[in-house]
């Protein structure tokens, strides 16, 4: 699997490796595992998709928000990894949504970063997977993502 | 230890491995570890015990709720590992419980999960634990339980 | 590194290891990674700083907390390893925060955990990390804490 070529064909560009906002680094790497640092839906460092799913904004903007989210995690995995190619599989997937205390379609707005990993890695892409609301995050991003994965080196 | 005899002597069935109800898949094995996809309390795809632990449902139903929800992760840790008897021992357990902004007793909700896997497995059923509340879960569901296991083979 | 003369230097003393108020154990060591049940920030087994963050307490006396829960989880860590020298690294690090559904600076409280560790540890205490409300905590505390570490040994 050549997932660089894969990308341009899916014409998905992946973004600079968004810097921490805090006392933390983006990855850690012990021995073939990577650990990512929680992310939020930011494009060169501004926020988008703010607020509370199924108040502030729908669900399909949701959707979109975990679908950025997850391009700053495979940011920040291209560089753990030295490419994405290295890539042995997606192990776990964490998807926190902020929402209001009766909003229960958390799946289908995490499915917006499941959906393309898959789009992306095929079957390697796969993993486990929680979704839960929280009622709030971090300078009210509606949704933050965290990972483990596998690395061939 | 005969995990498969202790069953028997406790009357418990491990149920059918609970189908994903998103883009991901029930459990991901990587050399020795199992990360198992957050489950709720279903049975035979059917939600039980939905609402807030404390306000729609009680803190006893709660822990039940959990222990329910720990036999839909045994389920699946079966499959993964090809039978109780080969996992080596539980390493972590994650429980997030739906309820109001005033409830305290999380902890004794999901020791419905804890309590049984020590029961089940003795001293290797003894795990690390988070417990926290969440303001709503997928399908307004009670109570969501990730975990982590280590396999002999 | 000599973390035992770096806590004295830094005159910081590690407490005794806080007891689990449920079925679970304070820690699991699977080869060399010690995963940290969640923790809180509790001295001799008292909690302090309860309530939620912005509300009930301020975010400086939230990063306070962080700072005496993180103490609780390295008091583990000593145990698990056999002693904070033979640390090899903290791996992550995640922060739940009790708040309102309209607090945003979780990532300044869980500050008061991370920049400790780097304080300790130096590089090897630089962590992955989530950090996200919650909208309540067994026994009303403030912050919870968990925390996956490698070890030397």
Redesign the interface.
């Known amino acids: 699997m050549d997932i660089e070529r894969r990308l341009e064909e899916l014409n998905i560009q992946i973004p600079d490796m968004p810097k921490p906002?805090?006392?933390?680094?983006?990855?850690?790497k012990?021995n073939h595992?990577v650990?990512?640092?929680?992310q939020g839906p930011s494009v060169n460092g501004e926020n988008k998709y703010t607020g509370?799913v199924g108040k502030d904004i729908t669900v399909e903007e949701g959707y979109d928000a975990a679908k950025l989210t997850v391009l700053n995690v495979l940011a920040i995995l291209t560089e753990a990894a030295g490419g994405l190619d290295n890539v042995e599989?997606?192990?776990?997937?964490?998807g926190?949504v902020n929402?209001?205390?009766?909003?229960?379609?958390?799946?289908?707005v995490?499915?917006g970063a499941?959906?393309l990993l898959?789009k992306i890695f095929g079957e390697k892409g796969?993993?486990?997977?929680?979704?839960?609301?929280?009622?709030?995050?971090?300078?009210?991003i509606s949704v933050?993502i965290?990972l483990?994965a596998?690395t061939k080196i």
């Open positions: 906002i805090a006392s933390y680094v983006p990855f850690v012990t595992y650990y990512i640092s929680g509370k599989r997606i192990i776990s997937l964490r926190y929402s209001d205390d009766d909003f229960y379609d958390q799946p289908f995490i499915n499941s959906e898959i796969q993993h486990a997977r929680s979704a839960v609301s929280v009622n709030s995050l971090p300078m009210n933050e965290e483990i596998e």
